[in-house]
């Protein structure tokens, strides 16, 4: 076996762990622009995912949720994207659904969104029950629109 020696000067090892950990930058007013189309995409998307958890409408949910989501509800049980589709699809789960005080911050090809999640529930012989809870969503840009990931939410203190 050849007796191979390989050392490198310092430099040249920092300059190759630089290049692989450099990530080009965008100008500010490039960024931010791109931010801005983001955010406001990610606002739209959102709308969307409301209205069609109001209407159950099954095609609309399938194509904006992830397929690995993990969606967790305020008394901790949670669903997967088959499961939130079971429950929502082709039903009328929700008598109204409002969103109120709702943040977006993008990084990259991450949004995380918060809200006042604030809903009359559709429940079996005519009854209703409500819900008041903040809610978290972290969604995934996936080619040239946005797929929900994860959903978390916690009850609000009186």
Do not use: C
């Not at 090892?13 to 450099?22: E, H, S, Y």
């Not at 791109?34 to 969307?48: G, L, M, N, P, Q």
Request: glycine residues 6%; charged residues 20%.
């Amino acid at each position: 076996m050849a007796n191979i020696q390989f050392n490198p000067s310092r430099r040249t090892m920092i300059a190759a762990l630089g290049a692989a950990f450099v990530v080009p930058a965008m100008g500010g007013a490039a960024q931010a622009a791109e931010t801005s189309a983001d955010t406001a995409a990610v606002a739209k998307i959102v709308e969307v995912l409301r209205a069609a958890m109001v209407a159950g409408d099954g095609k609309v949910l399938k194509a904006v949720l992830h397929d690995r989501l993990t969606y967790s509800h305020s008394d901790g049980h949670l669903q997967t994207k088959a499961m939130v589709l079971d429950e929502l699809a082709g039903k009328n789960s929700f008598a109204s659904l409002a969103l109120s005080d709702q943040t977006i911050d993008v990084v990259g090809n991450v949004a995380v969104v918060r809200h006042i999640f604030d809903s009359v529930n559709n429940l079996p012989e005519g009854k209703t029950s409500s819900a008041h809870i903040k809610v978290l969503q972290v969604w995934v840009k996936a080619g040239k629109g946005w797929k929900l990931l994860a959903r978390a939410s916690t009850p609000i203190k009186a």
